[in-house]
């Protein structure tokens, strides 16, 4: 099915991603902090960015402005991750180009559901 | 992986970020005005609660978001953090940690007293905003629904760009019931001025669903800031749904609509036919969990590093998570590779053949060079554990009254991985003993002149192949008197036995010992330091106290640097081959003709200076007849020089150390074993024993001539 | 050879033990075949000066270093040279709670069998020392005596 790029600091949530979106046929890539995955979206060419905004070296923001940045990645859904329900930050990354957003802590079938609204083979 | 794996890395992740939210704590009593910490602070308790809620730990989530909610007024600086905060404040991180870890054994009473607490000290604290029921905004639910909906979509031109596709959009819409939708055209310019990644098109959609606002605004809350979007209610008698169906095909992406003649009205009716399925709330439900309080986006998290000693200065240093255990097989293997080279060494030696000569000599190095690599990989800095006691002196301090100040120096000092861990325990106690009973409380010390604060020094530093610990501290010195009296009490020494002080001291690591006049709930219970002393000498260390009356007491531990692989002198006594670790070796010199004869003399005559030693063939109990010319090895400790008389050394030999067995442990001149290039087991001389061997019969000897 | 097997623990009861069969000395002793790691032929040994007498050296298996224990100094009977015949059993013990690897010098390893525990007149045998709390039991097998000896005590 898709490939779906996870960008977050913490190994766990890269973790619960991956277990909730290999199980139905996705395959997950993986990095560590915004630089990371600027670079391996570059390299592999997800169908979808799933990143986090608080990350060292280079943060969510910066790497959803970055990516909007690369011409062959136009159209690439780009969602974060946000314990905050405030409009503060969702403006913020829409104004930096995110498609959408899934709040912290997620269900995996909401997980499930963005990446199916967002990724139409 | 399974989920219990993941949890490992949650407990794992969060173990450190408690670790991180201690320290910060403790800096922050220090230098409460710090913003920084502040944050720091913050980020790791975000952190915690998002992932503790993401695997379960629901509880941890709840607290934590009290906490956070509570501390707030110090992160928006309205209030200064004053040392009883920081108290609770550290009680909360320990409350955080027992729920991760033992959460069936952890009262929420603690909890709420804890968060109670805290609400003192922070009030009038700023109200807690309402757990809200979802995270968007849930509509008012309509008494009667309509039968369905009347809307007109128009999006920004750019929404395409940002990964939204209104096809898919309007596919979701159809999710929810029959509908149609009709594309507006007017806004598409001219060919050339088309830019394929923009969308142009807005769209009329009847959608015939019995559903709310909200499962609408759902489908587009992505976009809903990037569109245009209204909506009227049907009413039942609205046209009834003709379906034509066309297909898929039309791609509106790049506007280059064949059909569609752009100077012409809209013409084309598209209907995307519904599938025959019972129309769902919504692709995304928003999650009915407790959201958080509105937050401002903290700044960008800045990781520490496991490694990392010093909290305040952040350096990418890239590192990698290793499994313990990899690490450990990696070593074992590493360990067979030198053996097995070593033989190969042997083998080639032996050669005529200068191809395998050369090979074995370039594996040589490359063995060599792994082994640095991977033992390397193993050497952890003590800081680690030193950030530890930061907390347990603090709390010592505090619940026995005495102020103390703690110093730490030699952080980087590196030791192998495995040595850290087994250090804490010792450590601990040490530094109990130190607080509790060396630091006098603050009276005697103002009596006897002192500083009212006491200082307990905490020190680690390389010397030579050891590594020294030390545990210094100001107070009252070891009270000799009643360390003998209390011995004489227990029956171990006869009351007019003549011992040194310092063999007196010893009796303090005697099983079940202790002078204390009260049994703290702390120490004294004289389970502490034969556990301690046992400790330190499973891992091939010693222990030394030394004392100044009314000055203080120091502690030192001795620790090999590593537990795995040494070079070594290889010797050979009679028939066996022993190995002296190189490190300790300062000089081979030959037994001068006047020494081989002495028989009865205890010291050698090495340019000048007078050194003890030993000859291995008494120790070792070799009868055979001694080889002609004796060589001896100059070794030592730091402080004392040692000779050792052996019968030939043979050469140098990197070697994998393997512990002797439990059957062997009485027999302490061997440090332990290893295996020779020819598969035979040679043993590992202990030269802090052979040291104190030495130095107790020349005492001995000196003694007896006087 | 090597026995890579354990087996369900049968204290000294009436149900049938397995065991190896070896000759030390005059006698042949039965170890628990649960006990048995390998059984190798004879390597060089090195000596531990200063060890006590029934582990009076270390030898080398796979690259551990193991104390290779003499049965016989525990049970008074004099020490003979090595023979053709000569094996070295490695068993694994508990000592202290863990679990630790000791060769056995044995003068002839017979078989791996099965033998019952009868009831047996334990007879004091004319030249030979024995302690009580060195064996589990005496039992019969194709008519000779064999001792089951209790390493752990044996060793600790």
Same mark, same amino acid.
């Given at each position: 099915?898709?490939?779906i790029?996870t960008v977050?600091?913490?190994p766990?949530m890269?973790?619960?991603?991956?277990m909730?979106l290999?199980p139905?046929?996705h395959?997950?890539?993986e990095a560590?902090?915004g630089?990371?995955?600027?670079a391996?979206?570059q390299?592999?060419?997800?169908?979808?960015?799933?990143?986090?905004?608080?990350?060292?070296?280079?943060?969510?923001?910066?790497?959803?402005r970055?990516?909007?940045k690369?011409?062959?990645?136009?159209?690439?859904p780009i969602v974060f991750?946000?314990?905050e329900s405030?409009?503060?930050?969702?403006?913020?990354?829409?104004?930096?180009?995110?498609?959408?957003w899934?709040?912290?802590?997620?269900v995996?079938?909401?997980?499930?559901?963005v990446v199916g609204?967002l990724?139409?083979? | 992986?399974s989920f219990a794996?993941?949890t490992a890395v949650?407990?794992?992740e969060?173990s450190e #970020?408690?670790?991180?939210?201690?320290g910060?704590?403790?800096?922050l009593?220090l230098?409460p005005?710090d913003k920084?910490?502040?944050?720091t602070? !913050?980020?790791?308790?975000?952190?915690i609660?998002?992932s503790?809620?993401?695997?379960g730990?629901?509880?941890v989530?709840a607290f934590?978001?009290? !906490?956070e909610? =509570?501390f707030d007024?110090?992160r928006?600086g309205e209030?200064v953090p004053t040392?009883?905060?920081? /108290?609770?404040?550290?009680?909360? $991180?320990d409350?955080?940690?027992?729920?991760?870890e033992?959460?069936d054994?952890?009262?929420?009473?603690?909890?709420?007293?804890?968060?109670?607490?805290?609400t003192q000290?922070?009030a009038?604290?700023?109200?807690?905003?309402? %757990?809200?029921a979802?995270a968007?905004?849930a509509?008012p639910?309509?008494?009667? @629904?309509?039968a369905?909906w $009347?809307?007109?979509?128009e999006?920004?031109q750019?929404?395409?760009?940002?990964?939204?596709?209104?096809?898919?959009?309007?596919?979701?819409?159809c999710?929810?019931?029959p509908?149609?939708?009709? %594309?507006?055209t007017?806004?598409? %310019?001219l060919?050339?001025?088309?830019?394929?990644?923009?969308?142009?098109l807005?769209?009329d959609v009847?959608?015939?669903?019995?559903?709310?606002?909200?499962?609408i605004?759902?489908? !587009?809350?992505?976009?809903?800031d990037?569109?245009?979007l209204?909506?009227?209610?049907?009413?039942?008698?609205?046209v009834?749904?003709?379906?034509?169906s066309? &297909?898929?095909?039309?791609v509106?992406?790049?506007?280059?609509i064949q059909? +569609?003649d752009?100077?012409?009205?809209?013409?084309?009716?598209?209907?995307v036919?519904?599938p025959?399925?019972?129309?769902?709330?919504g692709?995304?439900a928003?999650s009915?969990?407790?959201a958080?309080?509105?937050e401002l986006?903290t700044p960008?998290?800045? $990781?520490?590093?496991?490694?990392e000693?010093?909290?305040s200065?952040?350096?990418a240093?890239?590192?990698?998570?290793?499994?313990?255990e @990899?690490l450990d097989e990696?070593m074992d293997?590493v360990?067979?590779?030198?053996? =097995?080279?070593a033989?190969?060494?042997q #083998?080639?030696?032996t050669s005529a053949?200068?191809?395998?000569k050369m090979?074995a000599?370039?594996?040589?190095?490359?063995a060599g060079?792994l082994?640095?690599t991977?033992?390397?990989a193993?050497?952890?800095?003590?800081?680690s554990?030193?950030?530890?006691f930061?907390? *347990?002196v603090?709390?010592?301090?505090r619940?026995l009254g005495k102020?103390?100040?703690? +110093?730490?120096?030699?952080?980087?000092?590196e030791l192998?991985?495995?040595?850290?861990?087994c250090?804490?325990? %010792?450590?601990?106690?040490?530094? @109990?003993n130190?607080?509790?009973h060396?630091?006098?409380?603050?009276?005697?010390?103002?009596?006897?002149g002192?500083t009212?604060?006491?200082r307990?020094e905490?020190?680690?530093?390389?010397?030579?192949a050891?590594?020294?610990?030390?545990v210094?501290d100001?107070?009252?010195?070891?009270?000799t008197?009643?360390?003998r /009296?209390?011995a004489e009490e227990? &029956?171990?020494?006869?009351?007019?036995a003549?011992?040194?002080d310092?063999d007196?001291?010893?009796?303090?690591f005697?099983p079940?010992f202790s002078?204390?006049?009260?049994?703290?709930a702390l120490s004294?219970r004289?389970v502490?330091?034969d556990?301690v002393?046992?400790?330190i000498?499973?891992?091939?260390?010693?222990?030394d106290l030394?004392?100044?009356p009314?000055?203080g007491?120091?502690?030192?531990l001795?620790?090999? *640097?590593?537990l795995a692989?040494?070079e070594?002198?290889?010797i050979?006594v009679?028939?066996?081959?022993y190995?002296?670790p190189?490190?300790?070796v300062?000089?081979?010199?030959?037994?001068?003709p006047?020494?081989?004869?002495?028989?009865g003399r205890s010291?050698?005559?090495v340019?000048?200076?007078l050194?003890p030693?030993?000859r291995?063939?008494?120790l070792l109990h070799?009868?055979?007849?001694?080889d002609p010319?004796?060589k001896?090895?100059?070794i030592s400790?730091g402080?004392?020089?040692?000779?050792?008389v052996a019968d030939?050394?043979?050469g140098s030999h990197q070697?994998?150390? $393997?512990s002797?067995?439990?059957l062997h442990s009485?027999?302490?001149? !061997?440090?332990g074993?290893?295996?020779l290039?020819?598969?035979t087991a /040679?043993?590992?001389?202990?030269?802090?024993?052979l040291?104190?061997?030495a130095q107790a019969?020349?005492e001995?000897?000196?003694?007896?001539? =006087? | 050879m090597?026995?890579?097997h354990?087996?369900d623990?049968s204290a000294?009861?009436?149900?049938a033990?397995?065991?190896?069969m070896?000759?030390?000395?005059?006698e042949?002793?039965?170890l628990?075949?649960?006990?048995?790691r390998?059984i190798i032929?004879?390597?060089?040994?090195?000596?531990?000066?200063?060890?006590?007498a029934?582990?009076?050296?270390?030898?080398n298996v796979?690259g551990?270093?193991?104390?290779?224990?003499?049965l016989?100094?525990?049970f008074?009977m004099?020490v003979a040279?090595?023979?053709?015949?000569?094996?070295?059993?490695?068993v694994?013990?508990?000592?202290d709670?863990?679990?630790v690897?000791?060769?056995?010098t044995?003068?002839?390893?017979y078989?791996?069998t099965e033998?019952?525990?009868?009831?047996?007149?334990?007879t004091?045998?004319?030249?030979m020392?024995?302690?009580p709390?060195f064996?589990?039991?005496i039992?019969?097998?194709?008519e000779?005596?064999?001792?089951?000896?209790?390493i752990?005590?044996?060793?600790?």
């Amino acid at each position: 099915m898709a490939t779906i790029l996870t960008v977050d600091d913490s190994p766990s949530m890269r973790q619960m991603i991956r277990m909730t979106l290999e199980p139905a046929g996705h395959s997950v890539i993986e990095a560590g902090d915004g630089a990371q995955g600027l670079a391996k979206a570059q390299a592999s060419r997800p169908d979808m960015v799933i990143t986090d905004l608080n990350m060292p070296v280079m943060n969510g923001l910066d790497l959803i402005r970055a990516l909007r940045k690369q011409p062959t990645l136009t159209g690439l859904p780009i969602v974060f991750l946000t314990t905050e329900s405030s409009d503060g930050a969702k403006q913020e990354a829409k104004s930096a180009g995110a498609t959408g957003w899934i709040t912290k802590p997620f269900v995996p079938a909401q997980l499930l559901a963005v990446v199916g609204k967002l990724v139409r083979s | 992986m399974s989920f219990a794996d993941a949890t490992a890395v949650f407990r794992q992740e969060a173990s450190e #970020l408690l670790e991180v939210l201690e320290g910060t704590l403790l800096d922050l009593g220090l230098r409460p005005h710090d913003k920084d910490l502040v944050d720091t602070a !913050f980020r790791a308790l975000h952190t915690i609660k998002g992932s503790g809620a993401m695997f379960g730990f629901d509880k941890v989530a709840a607290f934590t978001h009290e !906490f956070e909610t =509570a501390f707030d007024r110090v992160r928006k600086g309205e209030i200064v953090p004053t040392q009883e905060l920081i /108290a609770v404040a550290l009680a909360a $991180k320990d409350y955080i940690r027992a729920l991760i870890e033992t959460p069936d054994e952890t009262d929420t009473i603690i909890g709420d007293a804890i968060l109670g607490d805290l609400t003192q000290f922070v009030a009038p604290r700023a109200a807690t905003a309402e %757990p809200t029921a979802t995270a968007t905004v849930a509509a008012p639910m309509q008494a009667n @629904r309509p039968a369905g909906w $009347k809307l007109y979509l128009e999006f920004e031109q750019h929404v395409l760009r940002n990964g939204s596709n209104p096809l898919d959009l309007l596919e979701d819409l159809c999710k929810l019931g029959p509908c149609f939708a009709v %594309p507006l055209t007017d806004a598409i %310019p001219l060919l050339d001025e088309i830019e394929p990644e923009d969308c142009y098109l807005k769209w009329d959609v009847t959608l015939h669903c019995d559903c709310d606002r909200s499962a609408i605004d759902d489908v !587009f809350m992505f976009v809903c800031d990037e569109m245009k979007l209204r909506m009227t209610p049907l009413t039942q008698t609205d046209v009834a749904p003709q379906v034509v169906s066309l &297909g898929q095909d039309m791609v509106v992406q790049n506007a280059l609509i064949q059909d +569609v003649d752009v100077q012409d009205e809209p013409a084309v009716t598209v209907v995307v036919e519904a599938p025959a399925i019972v129309p769902e709330q919504g692709p995304v439900a928003p999650s009915p969990v407790a959201a958080t309080p509105a937050e401002l986006a903290t700044p960008a998290a800045a $990781k520490v590093r496991r490694e990392e000693p010093k909290r305040s200065d952040e350096r990418a240093v890239a590192t990698v998570r290793v499994q313990a255990e @990899r690490l450990d097989e990696l070593m074992d293997r590493v360990g067979e590779l030198v053996i =097995a080279q070593a033989r190969l060494s042997q #083998l080639a030696a032996t050669s005529a053949d200068l191809s395998i000569k050369m090979i074995a000599e370039e594996i040589e190095r490359l063995a060599g060079s792994l082994r640095d690599t991977t033992m390397g990989a193993r050497m952890v800095p003590i800081g680690s554990l030193f950030g530890r006691f930061r907390r *347990l002196v603090h709390d010592l301090s505090r619940d026995l009254g005495k102020p103390v100040e703690f +110093v730490t120096s030699g952080e980087d000092t590196e030791l192998d991985k495995t040595m850290i861990e087994c250090l804490a325990d %010792p450590l601990v106690h040490l530094i @109990r003993n130190a607080i509790d009973h060396g630091i006098e409380d603050t009276a005697a010390r103002t009596a006897a002149g002192k500083t009212e604060s006491g200082r307990i020094e905490l020190q680690a530093v390389h010397s030579g192949a050891q590594v020294l610990v030390t545990v210094r501290d100001n107070g009252g010195g070891l009270n000799t008197a009643r360390i003998r /009296a209390k011995a004489e009490e227990q &029956g171990l020494i006869a009351p007019g036995a003549t011992l040194s002080d310092s063999d007196i001291h010893q009796f303090l690591f005697h099983p079940g010992f202790s002078t204390a006049q009260t049994i703290s709930a702390l120490s004294g219970r004289g389970v502490g330091m034969d556990v301690v002393k046992r400790t330190i000498e499973n891992m091939r260390g010693s222990i030394d106290l030394s004392t100044r009356p009314g000055q203080g007491t120091t502690v030192t531990l001795r620790l090999p *640097l590593t537990l795995a692989i040494i070079e070594g002198l290889l010797i050979r006594v009679g028939e066996g081959r022993y190995i002296i670790p190189l490190s300790a070796v300062e000089e081979c010199v030959e037994l001068t003709p006047e020494d081989q004869r002495s028989r009865g003399r205890s010291f050698l005559n090495v340019r000048g200076s007078l050194v003890p030693f030993l000859r291995l063939r008494e120790l070792l109990h070799v009868n055979a007849a001694a080889d002609p010319h004796q060589k001896t090895i100059i070794i030592s400790t730091g402080e004392c020089r040692v000779g050792l008389v052996a019968d030939q050394i043979i050469g140098s030999h990197q070697t994998v150390i $393997k512990s002797l067995s439990k059957l062997h442990s009485d027999v302490t001149i !061997f440090s332990g074993a290893t295996i020779l290039g020819d598969g035979t087991a /040679a043993l590992i001389l202990d030269v802090a024993q052979l040291v104190a061997l030495a130095q107790a019969k020349a005492e001995k000897q000196m003694n007896e001539a =006087a | 050879m090597s026995i890579a097997h354990k087996q369900d623990s049968s204290a000294a009861t009436d149900r049938a033990l397995q065991v190896v069969m070896i000759g030390l000395g005059e006698e042949k002793f039965a170890l628990e075949a649960e006990l048995v790691r390998e059984i190798i032929d004879p390597v060089p040994v090195t000596k531990v000066a200063g060890a006590r007498a029934f582990v009076p050296s270390v030898i080398n298996v796979r690259g551990n270093v193991i104390p290779l224990a003499d049965l016989r100094t525990r049970f008074g009977m004099p020490v003979a040279d090595a023979s053709v015949d000569t094996r070295i059993v490695v068993v694994e013990l508990k000592i202290d709670n863990e679990p630790v690897l000791v060769g056995l010098t044995a003068d002839k390893v017979y078989e791996v069998t099965e033998i019952v525990r009868t009831d047996v007149q334990q007879t004091p045998r004319v030249g030979m020392h024995w302690r009580p709390e060195f064996i589990r039991f005496i039992t019969k097998w194709h008519e000779e005596f064999v001792i089951v000896p209790n390493i752990e005590r044996i060793l600790n």
